[in-house]
């Protein structure tokens, strides 16, 4: 069984930061892609952030070079920095990973979601 245990939300003024965490626990061969996704009141789940085992990276347009993933393969954990932040950035924010068990099966899990809030 793997957990996702996130971390850093919070409420912060306009322009503000934040830094995410996201750390996977259990029974872990290897953590492949992980991500952070978000939801905001009476709107779709939407992908903010990708980031590989390799450490390649994607983000959303909305982001605009405001914000970072990053990740520690050591700790199977996974960060996003997030910097000027806008009221619109408001939501529930979400990591997201694909887990190798020891058996070499795949599965997808989620986090339980933290709250980011921007405002003045």
């Known amino acids: 069984q793997v957990q996702l245990v996130e971390s850093g939300g919070g409420l912060v003024q306009p322009g503000g930061s934040l830094r995410l965490s996201c750390a996977a626990s259990g029974s872990i061969r290897s953590v492949n892609n992980m991500g952070w996704y978000r939801q905001a009141p009476g709107k779709q789940r939407e992908l903010v952030s990708l980031?590989?085992?390799?450490?390649?990276?994607n983000y959303a347009d909305f982001v605009e070079g405001r914000f970072t993933i990053s990740r520690d393969n050591a700790k199977n954990t996974v960060y996003l920095q997030m910097n000027i932040l806008r009221v619109e950035d408001t939501a529930v924010y979400y990591c997201n990973a694909d887990v190798w068990n020891f058996s070499w099966n795949r599965r997808n899990y989620w986090g339980q979601g933290t709250q980011v809030t921007v405002s003045s």
């Open positions: 980031i590989s085992s390799a450490g390649s990276t």
